[in-house]
């Protein structure tokens, strides 16, 4: 099914946040030389037109003219060194940033203090990235809710993008790798093995044409937080949160983006416990799967 974009626009012309059009004559950089200590300096004009999974959005007034409040919640736990970088980058566009600590040992609470003296500190209610960005989204005050993660692996400059396409309609915007213009530095074999099943199983059970799942780079309408309907407390919450988008009927887009190497430190992440519990995630919440209990 086509998507119908806003009048006198197609996926082929759909204009940047800049006003510019999503593509030139100019040819693509590769993704290395786009870094500068793990910082990309993207210009918009080589980026790779966003994709609609779903049914576009009508003219519906106020979309396109009133500026909308932007939170940004950045779940972390020991990431003291890392803050650093994310909050310089963070854009004027973002009202409130709300950093969800999940029991920092280090200065992680201090350093975002220091860094954005009106950072909003929230505890997380339960153990896990799940519990963390619940704990979060209830806190936000914005109309649009973006989340990012604290490690330095995705860079707070591509907010705009998503944001141009919830001012033009759309209710969630989630970011992609696997688009043109978007890419990882950071993607082990074995994660990007799992992420492509994954990304079969989402697209066959709830009918979506998703280009990445397992990358939690995300902006939505806090309008439709309810229909999200989140429950999920470990990192599987990333599928929950599509699955649910696309159960809902909520307007979808993809927009490239480029994941960097995490700054400092280990990961939380575990690859193939993690994978097992989206899978679960992805089977129990497909449509229909509750009928006839």
Same mark, same amino acid.
């Given at each position: 099914?086509?998507?119908?974009?806003?009048?006198?626009?197609?996926?082929?012309?759909?204009?940047?946040?800049?006003?510019?059009?999503?593509?030139?004559? %100019?040819?693509?950089?590769?993704?290395?030389?786009?870094?500068? +200590?793990?910082?990309?300096? &993207?210009?918009?004009?080589?980026?790779?037109?966003?994709?609609?999974?779903?049914?576009?959005?009508?003219?519906?007034?106020? +979309?396109?003219?009133?500026?909308?409040?932007?939170?940004?919640?950045?779940?972390?736990?020991? =990431?003291?060194?890392?803050?650093?970088?994310?909050?310089?980058?963070?854009?004027?566009?973002?009202d409130e940033?709300?950093?969800?600590?999940?029991?920092?040992?280090?200065?992680?609470?201090?350093?975002?203090?220091?860094?954005?003296?009106?950072?909003?500190?929230?505890?997380?209610?339960?153990?896990?990235?799940?519990?963390?960005?619940?704990?979060?989204?209830?806190?936000?005050?914005?109309?649009?809710?973006?989340?990012?993660?604290?490690?330095?692996?995705?860079?707070?400059? =591509?907010?705009?993008?998503?944001?141009?396409?919830?001012d033009h309609?759309?209710?969630?915007?989630?970011?992609?790798?696997?688009?043109?213009?978007?890419?990882?530095?950071?993607?082990?074999?074995?994660?990007?093995?799992?992420?492509?099943?994954?990304?079969?199983?989402?697209?066959?059970?709830?009918?979506?044409?998703?280009?990445d799942l397992?990358?939690?780079?995300?902006?939505? &309408?806090?309008?439709?937080?309810?229909?999200?309907?989140?429950?999920?407390?470990?990192?599987?919450?990333?599928?929950?949160?599509?699955?649910?988008?696309? &159960?809902?009927?909520?307007?979808?887009?993809?927009?490239?983006?480029?994941?960097?190497? &995490? %700054?400092?430190?280990?990961?939380?992440?575990?690859?193939?416990?993690?994978?097992?519990?989206?899978?679960?995630?992805?089977?129990?919440?497909?449509?229909?799967?509750?009928?006839?209990?």
């Amino acid at each position: 099914m086509s998507a119908t974009l806003p009048t006198g626009q197609t996926p082929a012309n759909h204009a940047l946040p800049d006003g510019s059009p999503p593509t030139d004559a %100019r040819p693509r950089r590769r993704a290395a030389d786009r870094i500068a +200590d793990h910082a990309p300096m &993207r210009r918009t004009g080589d980026r790779a037109p966003a994709r609609p999974l779903t049914r576009g959005p009508s003219r519906r007034s106020g +979309d396109y003219r009133t500026r909308h409040t932007v939170s940004l919640v950045v779940p972390a736990r020991d =990431e003291a060194r890392n803050i650093p970088w994310v909050f310089e980058q963070i854009p004027s566009c973002v009202d409130e940033v709300i950093l969800v600590d999940g029991a920092s040992r280090d200065a992680t609470v201090a350093m975002a203090r220091t860094c954005r003296p009106a950072v909003r500190n929230v505890a997380q209610s339960a153990p896990g990235k799940g519990s963390a960005l619940r704990t979060g989204f209830a806190a936000a005050a914005g109309e649009y809710i973006v989340m990012i993660d604290a490690d330095g692996s995705m860079w707070p400059g =591509e907010i705009p993008h998503f944001l141009h396409f919830l001012d033009h309609g759309y209710d969630f915007v989630k970011g992609s790798r696997r688009m043109a213009g978007g890419g990882s530095l950071d993607l082990t074999p074995l994660r990007a093995l799992g992420n492509k099943a994954l990304l079969l199983v989402v697209n066959r059970l709830y009918g979506g044409l998703l280009t990445d799942l397992c990358y939690g780079y995300c902006a939505f &309408r806090r309008d439709f937080l309810a229909e999200l309907d989140l429950r999920a407390t470990g990192f599987e919450i990333e599928a929950e949160m599509i699955a649910h988008a696309l &159960r809902s009927g909520l307007r979808i887009a993809e927009v490239p983006s480029l994941e960097l190497p &995490r %700054r400092s430190g280990r990961s939380h992440l575990h690859a193939v416990s993690d994978g097992r519990r989206v899978l679960r995630t992805l089977l129990a919440e497909r449509p229909g799967a509750g009928e006839g209990r």
